[in-house]
């Protein structure tokens, strides 16, 4: 069973038209991740809520916003999608202790026309 | 900044040989490693973990190694199997809740 489920899976978004990934976790986990994954890169951070806290990394743009309503869910938002916006957006899971894996969603891949 | 990297992106192995993917970490005050696989067109799957007070903690079929001297880290996947070919993902922490991850390395198992 899905335990970090997003959704959509795959995404189709126009140049500037805001778009919004959901992600939703069953684990009741503290700690929620964002990473963006270009094609045949390592995931980048970023952001992360612990509980209700956000962290934003330092290099994430303006255009990346996030929400947590409550402890299952997370979304990231995008206000004005670029080409290089494309890409599989991963959210992760984690418990409250630090030095524990991560437990990642099966992506969503988002193409920008 | 910090990094973690790959020896080699892309590795072809036998099947039923052992596969060896290596990694390299710059950030000696890293703390915690694991492994991922990541196929296609899906999230990274959890394979392995080791915290820096260990050299070596093996799993089904995995070994993970860690040189804290040279600041490498091995992933070795025994008997690989076609469903083994993936893209492999080390990553490093240092004490806190961020994960950084290397780039990875294609494993293709030819039959």
């Known amino acids: 069973d899905a335990m970090v489920i997003q959704n959509p899976r795959y995404q189709v978004t126009q140049f500037g038209k805001p778009v919004t990934l959901s992600c939703s976790q069953t684990?009741?986990?503290?700690?929620m991740y964002w990473y963006q994954q270009k094609s045949s890169q390592a995931p980048k951070l970023l952001f992360h809520y612990y509980d209700k806290d956000f962290n934003n990394e330092a290099d994430t743009p303006d255009n990346f916003q996030s929400r947590r309503p409550n402890t299952s869910f997370c979304f990231l938002d995008i206000r004005s999608p670029g080409l290089g916006d494309a890409a599989m957006y991963l959210c992760?899971?984690?418990?409250?202790?630090?030095?524990?894996?991560?437990?990642f969603g099966s992506g969503t891949q988002l193409s920008v026309l | 900044g910090e990094s973690v990297g790959l020896h080699l992106p892309t590795l072809s192995v036998q099947e039923g040989d052992n596969s060896i993917i290596n990694c390299a970490y710059s950030n000696s005050a890293s703390d915690y490693f694991i492994w991922y696989k990541q196929e296609s067109g899906k999230g990274p799957q959890f394979i392995i973990d080791?915290?820096?007070?260990?050299d070596k903690r093996q799993g089904q079929r995995v070994t993970v190694l860690l040189n804290k001297t040279v600041k490498h880290l091995s992933l070795q996947i025994a008997a690989t199997q076609p469903g083994d070919s993936a893209v492999y993902l080390c990553a490093e922490s240092f004490g806190n809740e961020k994960l950084t991850f290397g780039t990875g390395t294609r494993l293709t198992i030819i039959p």
């Open positions: 684990l009741n986990h503290n700690v």
């Open positions: 080791i915290r820096s007070n260990m």
């Open positions: 992760a899971t984690r418990g409250g202790y630090v030095n524990e894996k991560l437990f």
